[in-house]
């Protein structure tokens, strides 16, 4: 049981971390969810925003960083 409290605390640290990143790039001017693959549909009532091209760009950031820990710890 000890075991699932470090691994919550861990996730949930990580989380915190991720949360603190996203707020200081919302501060940023960078487009980081306003890029020109991103589907955007505004109706009269209602708007439906898809970040297709920002998805992609953070999965191969992810990748690619995730790539490189996993080398750096062989």
């Not at 960078?30 to 920002?54: M, S």
């Amino acid at each position: 049981m000890a075991e699932l409290g470090k691994l919550l605390l861990i996730i949930g640290a990580m989380l915190l971390v991720v949360g603190f990143v996203f707020v200081l790039l919302g501060r940023t001017n960078l487009p980081i969810g306003r890029l020109p693959g991103d589907i955007i549909y505004r109706g009269k009532n209602t708007t439906f925003y898809f970040p297709l091209a920002t998805s992609i760009l953070l999965s191969l950031v992810l990748s690619v960083l995730l790539y490189v820990i996993g080398r750096l710890k062989r």
